[in-house]
């Protein structure tokens, strides 16, 4: 379930930071912590709202996918004991 909310988020235009909700209770059952660095760093998306225009910065948004996907790269690889060996 943390794998496909995940990959449902990965793929929304608009990711509010209460929607990772699910994703911080499905983590307290599993070994991943993604889901609170994630938590931390959509904050720094609220970066945009400092305009009185709104205009998005993508080169916010893209460091945060970058890193958010780094933690959920490294997790699933440290925690692929259930995943059959190479």
Excluded: K, Q
Excluded at 1 to 14: D, K, N, P, V, W
Excluded at 19 to 46: A, D, E, N, Q
Aim: overall charge neutral; proline content about 6%.
């Amino acid at each position: 379930m943390l794998f496909a909310l995940t990959l449902f988020l990965f793929c929304t235009t608009t990711v509010m930071p209460w929607y990772l909700s699910g994703l911080i209770l499905f983590s307290v059952f599993t070994g991943h912590r993604y889901p609170l660095v994630w938590s931390f760093m959509i904050l720094g998306t609220y970066v945009n709202y400092m305009n009185p225009v709104f205009t998005e910065n993508l080169w916010v948004v893209g460091v945060e996918y970058a890193v958010v996907g780094f933690f959920v790269w490294r997790d699933f690889r440290l925690n692929a004991s259930y995943l059959p060996a190479p």
